[in-house]
Every structure is written in structure tokens, then in C-alpha cells.
Nanobody, 115 residues
Framework: QVQFVESGGGLVQPGGSLRLLCATS????????MSWFRQAPGKEREHVAA????????AYIEAVKGRFTISRDNDKKMLYLEMTKLTRGDTAVYYC????????WGQGTQVTVSS
């Protein structure tokens, strides 16, 4: 059974930082390109960042480039998202999933950026 369990979200002031974690199970993590997605209130879920199986090659949407860093641990089947210089526009529920054919969505972790 494919599962994703996200954690690490919270309330943070503008300019602050957070580190999100995603524990995965039920599939061959090391063979999948992995991604972080987010869904802001009243908006569609959007793709934020992706990382290839080698753990080196990554890609980001323009809005988070230079502020977010995606990483992975294939041995632990974990995905991470380091977020810095957070803005109110980053407020959303964050999800991890396989980049290709994402399904079995987890509960996500809420990130709220507010003063």
C-alpha cells in the first residue's frame, strides 16, 4: 500500500524557515522521481519541486527558486523540503508524492506564514 506521511509544517513569521519531511512506504522509492506539491486556500494543487533518483538533479517553480531545497534519502525512503525566506504566498498545505502519476495522497502538512 502506497503511503506518504508529511510533517514539519507550522506557523512561521515572514522571512522564517521550516524543514518539511515526508516518510514513504509501499513502493520502490529509489526508482521514483519525487516531488513536493502545495495547495493554497481556494487554489488548485501545484507542483513545487522535484528531485531525480540520484538525489542530485532537482527542479523548482520560479516562485521558490533560491529559497527552497528539495533532498532525499533513498535508504530511509524519506523526502525533505528545506524552506527559507518564507513569504505569505508560501502559505499552503504541502504534500509529497511521486512526480509521475501521483496518487494515494497523504494528509499533507500545513505551512502558515504570518506575522
Amino acid at each position: 500500500q502506497v503511503q506518504f506521511v508529511e510533517s514539519g509544517g507550522g506557523l512561521v513569521q515572514p522571512g522564517g524557515s521550516l524543514r518539511l519531511l515526508c516518510a514513504t512506504s509501499g513502493f520502490d522509492f529509489g526508482l521514483e522521481i519525487m516531488s513536493w506539491f502545495r495547495q493554497a486556500p481556494g487554489k488548485e494543487r501545484e507542483h513545487v519541486a522535484a528531485i531525480r533518483t540520484n538525489g542530485v538533479t532537482s527542479a523548482y517553480i520560479e516562485a521558490v527558486k533560491g529559497r527552497f531545497t528539495i533532498s532525499r534519502d533513498n535508504d530511509k525512503k524519506m523526502l525533505y523540503l528545506e524552506m527559507t525566506k518564507l513569504t505569505r504566498g508560501d502559505t499552503a498545505v504541502y504534500y509529497c508524492n511521486r512526480k509521475n502519476n501521483p496518487d494515494s495522497w497523504g494528509q499533507g502538512t500545513q505551512v502558515t506564514v504570518s506575522s
